[in-house]
């Protein structure tokens, strides 16, 4: 998404979304918001010659549609 959403907006519509979400989905929800929160912790160091070949690999991936349906992932990570 290119367009910008005030901080405050785009907090309070995922607050919205959030109380949307079937008691199921909850617990997948809030490991999903983890590891978001845990990637976005940039720790300052560079990225590692194999960190770099993973996100060059995964962005190859999506250029060629190799996508997941959510609900796949959802059921993968509530089964962890």
Known sequence: M???VPQGVARDE???LVERLADADVPTARRVLEALVESSE???EPLSPEEEAALAEGREAVRRGEL???AEVRDRLTRA
């Open 42 to 44: 940039y720790d300052g």
């Open 68 to 70: 997941q349906p959510w």
């Open 14 to 16: 995922l607050r919205r």
């Open 2 to 4: 290119s367009s910008k």
